[in-house]
């Protein structure tokens, strides 16, 4: 297939298109920043997604898929500008695509976007499918605006998926990398008491999940890419500690909203996340415990 990756020089971004190549597909990058790496059939263009009068036709030709992995770090303190640059970089940016897309006479079959577990808000025990209803707040918020204007896409005849992401393990990139600063000086944290549930995926499965609703014509509207084995998150930073020597320090919660305020909700909203759409259309995950999962990541030998 042809397929545009817009983002793609980002975190999943960068892996998926090295994923994509490797399976024989012919992939155009559309980011601001510069391709670190060629391929034959590699082509890449620097490009601010939220200026659309600067789009080409000429790089949609004969596109089969449009992939949108675009969207600034969460990981910051929501201030007032953070918060426009997650909204703009995220729901402007799958508008302005659209918005291009419906314009041309050769369009792509499909539009891919990116979303995540955060559409879900803090849903304590319940089990999270695809039909659940939204939460609430300020990335639940945001969830529902990117996936609204994805969909747009089937107004044009265009098949959309939108891939509602949970946190990504990969030692080097993501929430692991973020824990793995401290780690290294010996601590790490439970954040409150740590019986939230933590919804997590190996780089390796969302890279082949990312592929799968892209080729697939029976994968349509959200799917959570998220492993079938969701963990508390203090059982989740107790494996981890079986890899990389830490003490486990809990700070209470009052402790981290006074510091980090309405961005704690990442830490501490519990999203039993449960992949049933992949589950039902036979998807096979590499990694569904985390065991394997961190045993992989932390092996010299890794793929990602």
């Avoid at 919660?253 to 305020?261: A, G």
Wanted: proline share 5%.
């Amino acid at each position: 297939m042809n397929i545009i990756v817009c983002g793609g020089n980002g975190f999943i971004g960068s892996n998926l298109v090295k994923h994509l190549l490797k399976k024989g597909h012919s992939v155009t990058i559309l980011d601001r920043n510069k391709t670190r790496f060629t391929s034959p059939n590699l082509k890449s263009f620097q490009i601010d997604l939220l200026k659309p009068e600067l789009f080409q036709e000429k790089w949609f030709e004969n596109t089969d898929a449009v992939i949108n992995l675009s969207g600034k770090d969460i990981f910051t303190f929501w201030n007032k500008e953070a918060r426009k640059m997650i909204w703009e970089s995220r729901v402007t940016v799958n508008k302005n695509l659209i918005d291009f897309i419906r314009k041309l006479s050769d369009k792509p079959k499909a539009f891919i976007s990116a979303s995540a577990v955060g559409f879900y808000g803090n849903n304590g025990e319940n089990k999270l499918t695809e039909e659940y209803p939204h939460g609430e707040g300020f990335l639940a918020d945001v969830c529902i605006a990117w996936e609204k204007e994805a969909r747009m896409a089937e107004k044009y005849g265009i098949r959309s998926v939108q891939v509602r992401t949970a946190p990504v393990l990969l030692k080097n990139g993501g929430i692991m990398h973020q824990m793995m600063k401290s780690m290294r000086f010996g601590f790490t944290f439970v954040f409150g008491d740590g019986r939230q549930w933590f919804p997590w995926i190996h780089m390796q499965d969302l890279l082949r999940i990312y592929e799968d609703v892209t080729v697939n014509d029976n994968f349509s509207g959200p799917v959570n890419a998220s492993s079938p084995n969701p963990e508390r998150f203090k059982d989740f930073v107790k494996s981890l500690t079986k890899f990389q020597k830490a003490l486990i320090i809990p700070l209470p919660v009052f402790l981290i909203k006074l510091f980090l305020q309405e961005t704690a909700d990442v830490l501490l909203f519990s999203q039993r996340v449960i992949p049933a759409k992949l589950e039902k259309n036979g998807f096979k995950f590499m990694y569904p415990n985390l065991e394997n999962a961190l045993k992989d990541i932390f092996s010299p030998t890794s793929a990602v």
